[in-house]
């Protein structure tokens, strides 16, 4: 397999990074985030504004924005939203370069945040290029944000506009636990990501904890289509029985409803997105090589149901191979009460991801293919 992260780079030394790349004079760096109610979403800011010199820090603010919030949950997300702002005023070396509302939902509850993002990111897009290094933090970003966000900018990295795009991540399964979606629309295939003519598939959903109805979502959508089910499943993992814990919660959608064979799950390192990204790139190609002669046109389609970094590796994967990216997106988050407290966050250190630039080029300076 020959693939753009083949060879990666990859680090929990968030802060020791950073901290050797802005000891360079002339180094810039600008963080887009989603303000939301998550406060994971400004921990990678913060770190760097401890570590930044003058003028070297700047960010985006993409303020989450969903329809009603009268209820209870409601109301105490936008409190958790407001502890957020507040952390965020209280950074004094960091420039605001642009901040604007992104809409998750549009009046009738399709999802548009991805639309939102990629029109407000482009309008402000001229003032990104003079940046040395761009990171998208999505920690906070739900996946049809962050998806078609960073396709856009490593597309515009590889046509050399932009010089470094990176991710950084604060993926922690505890707090991701107290966190609970709801309110789940129909499948839709996310912004930029969709099925481009007809198509037979082979479909790999990366799946967590209590997936049955999204599960049944995104099959009924591409069904007439699909001639084989891969799921995902997090192992290695914390805790190392996380796998069996997820195969037994939804052991009746994919065993009895779908008819999944245990030969066809697959493990992924839960730390390391470039292990997912590596294994859907072999079966994509494998099952194109082997059954495309036999049934036509056939593709992987990649379903984001599990945790942040999984969901990263996805991305790489469906970037690379232009694949068709089906997902149900949430129209409410229920948040326990108690879920962030007593979380030190920033004890944590974010993972970093270095995308595109300097470590993929070619000693004649161009970009690798």
Not at 49 to 66: N, P, W
Not at 115 to 126: K, M, V
Not at 183 to 208: C, N, Q, S
Request: aromatic share 8%; hydrophobic share 40%; charged share 20%.
């Amino acid at each position: 397999m020959n693939g753009r992260w083949t060879d990666y780079f990859l680090t929990e030394r968030f802060t020791a990074f950073w901290t050797e790349i802005l000891a360079t004079p002339g180094e810039t760096v600008c963080v887009l985030f989603g303000l939301g109610f998550d406060p994971r979403c400004v921990v990678s800011l913060r770190r760097l504004s401890q570590i930044a010199g003058d003028g070297q820090l700047s960010y985006v603010t993409m303020r989450l924005q969903t329809l009603g919030s009268g209820d209870l949950p409601g109301k105490l997300l936008d409190s958790m939203v407001a502890e957020n702002e507040k952390a965020l005023a209280a950074i004094s070396n960091a420039t605001c370069i642009a901040s604007s509302d992104v809409l998750l939902q549009d009046s009738g509850r399709y999802p548009s945040g991805g639309r939102s993002a990629l029109s407000f990111i482009g309008g402000i897009f001229d003032q990104l290029k003079p940046f040395r290094h761009i990171i998208v933090d999505i920690g906070g970003l739900p996946r049809s944000v962050f998806y078609p966000l960073i396709s856009f900018l490593c597309k515009r990295a590889d046509q050399g506009v932009l010089a470094n795009v990176h991710v950084a991540v604060l993926d922690d399964a505890a707090i991701d636990s107290k966190i609970q979606l709801s309110e789940f629309g129909d499948a839709d295939y996310i912004h930029t990501f969709r099925l481009e003519g007809a198509k037979k598939m082979v479909w790999l959903p990366v799946i967590g904890s209590h997936e049955r109805d999204r599960i049944l979502k995104i099959f009924a959508q591409i069904k007439s289509d699909c001639v084989e089910t891969c799921p995902i499943l997090p192992f290695p993992a914390l805790p190392l029985r996380k796998a069996d814990d997820i195969l037994i919660e939804n052991s009746d959608v994919l065993y009895q409803e779908l008819g999944i064979t245990p030969g066809n799950i697959l493990l992924c390192d839960e730390r390391n997105p470039f292990d997912i990204y590596r294994k859907i790139l072999n079966i994509h190609d494998y099952y194109r090589d082997k059954l495309a002669p036999l049934v036509g046109d056939i593709t992987a389609v990649v379903s984001p149901l599990s945790s942040k970094l999984l969901s990263l590796g996805m991305l790489l994967a469906a970037i690379e191979r232009h694949l068709p990216v089906s997902y149900v997106e949430a129209g409410l988050y229920n948040v326990e009460a108690d879920a962030f407290d007593g979380c030190a966050l920033l004890d944590y250190e974010p993972l970093e991801v270095w995308l595109t630039g300097e470590p993929y080029r070619r000693e004649d300076g161009n970009a690798h293919s």
